[in-house]
């Protein structure tokens, strides 16, 4: 059964940076991240389709990396220049190749159980 599991969440102060990592036990297509901030719904962070350059959300771009190194398991999201905005519980997602084109979170049958960014003024 797939499994992913994410780590590298704490606390910054704004313009500080942070290293999220995700670990997935499994094959996938499409991988990526979400976040949940309090009281709002679900957002697309940002995903990578296999093979190709990974997309962002406007909020995150210029901000945000994603990137997947020779571990083709792994996927790492370099957060710079946070902001109080990002404040969230970030999860790790991954499904087939509809997943990274439509972007909708119920594209996406695998999830990690998070990790909280906490970004403060």
């Known amino acids: 059964q797939a499994q992913l599991v994410e780590s590298g969440g704490g606390s910054v102060q704004a313009g500080g940076s942070l290293r999220l990592s995700c670990r997935a036990f499994g094959s996938f297509d499409c991988m990526g991240w979400f976040r949940r901030a309090p009281g709002k719904e679900r957002e697309w962070v940002t995903t990578f389709h296999a093979g190709e350059q990974p997309t962002y959300a406007d909020s995150v771009k210029g901000r945000f990396t994603l990137s997947q190194p020779n571990t083709k398991n792994t996927l790492y999201l370099q957060m710079n220049s946070l902001q109080p905005d990002d404040t969230a519980m970030y999860y790790c997602?991954?499904?087939?190749?509809?997943?990274?084109?439509?972007?909708?979170?119920?594209?996406?049958?695998?999830w990690g159980p998070g990790t909280q960014v906490t970004v403060s003024s």
């Open positions: 997602a991954a499904g087939g190749s509809v997943a990274c084109f439509s972007h909708r979170h119920t594209d996406f049958p695998y």
